[in-house]
Every structure is written in structure tokens, then in C-alpha cells.
Nanobody
Framework: QVQLVESGGGLVQAGGSLRLSCAAS????????MGWYRQAPGKERELVAT???????KYADSVKGRFTISRDNAKNTVYLTMNSLKPEDTAVYYC?????????????WGQGTQVTVSS
């Protein structure tokens, strides 16, 4: 079983910054991809950014140039640094990790952390 614990959400004014963290723990063999997704009220969950174990990254067009995803493999932790925040970034942000247990793969989600950007 793999647990993901997120932190760092909160309320910020437009133009401000926040940094989210997500730490993975449990009995796993490896974590391949870690990422952040978000879900705004009345909308579907959408990809924000992902990062592979080798450091390859992918971003949603709406956050390119403003958000940076990074990862500390030794700590099994992924970060999302969010700059120039906009009200439309308001959502619950979820951490995701995909990897291998001993005999099978896994995909786990965190509990979510609220990010609210005021105008």
C-alpha cells in the first residue's frame, strides 16, 4: 500500500505564489511518475504537471511558464511551485504516484489540498 500526503495549499492573492509538497510512503519497489492534478468545482479533474523518475516533465498549457514541478527521489517527494497565480487556478490539487510494488504496478492518489486564489 502506498500513501501520499500533501501539504502547502492555502489562500493567496492573485499574482502570489504557493508551493505544494507530496510525500510518498509505504511498501513499494519504485515510483516512476509523480504528478499533480486539480479539480475545480463543477469541473473534471485535469492534469497540471508530471515528472518522471529521470526528471522528464510535462505541463498543462494553462500553467506553462508559471508552475514548476520538481522531485526529490531520495525522499520520494514531489513539489509544485506555483507563481503568478490566477483566480482560475483555484481548485483542489491532488498528488498522484505511479510505480511498481513487488508483483504489480500501482497508482495512488493523495487526499487533496485546497488552493484558493482571490482576485
Amino acid at each position: 500500500q502506498v500513501q501520499l500526503v500533501e501539504s502547502g495549499g492555502g489562500l493567496v492573492q492573485a499574482g502570489g505564489s504557493l508551493r505544494l509538497s507530496c510525500a510518498a510512503s509505504g511498501s513499494f519497489f519504485s515510483i516512476n511518475v509523480m504528478g499533480w492534478y486539480r479539480q475545480a468545482p463543477g469541473k473534471e479533474r485535469e492534469l497540471v504537471a508530471t515528472i518522471s523518475s529521470g526528471g522528464g516533465t510535462k505541463y498543462a498549457d494553462s500553467v506553462k511558464g508559471r508552475f514548476t514541478i520538481s522531485r526529490d527521489n531520495a525522499k520520494n517527494t514531489v513539489y509544485l511551485t506555483m507563481n503568478s497565480l490566477k483566480p482560475e487556478d483555484t481548485a483542489v490539487y491532488y498528488c498522484n504516484a505511479e510505480g511498481r510494488l513487488v508483483l504489480q504496478g500501482f497508482s495512488s492518489w493523495g487526499q487533496g489540498t485546497q488552493v484558493t486564489v482571490s482576485s
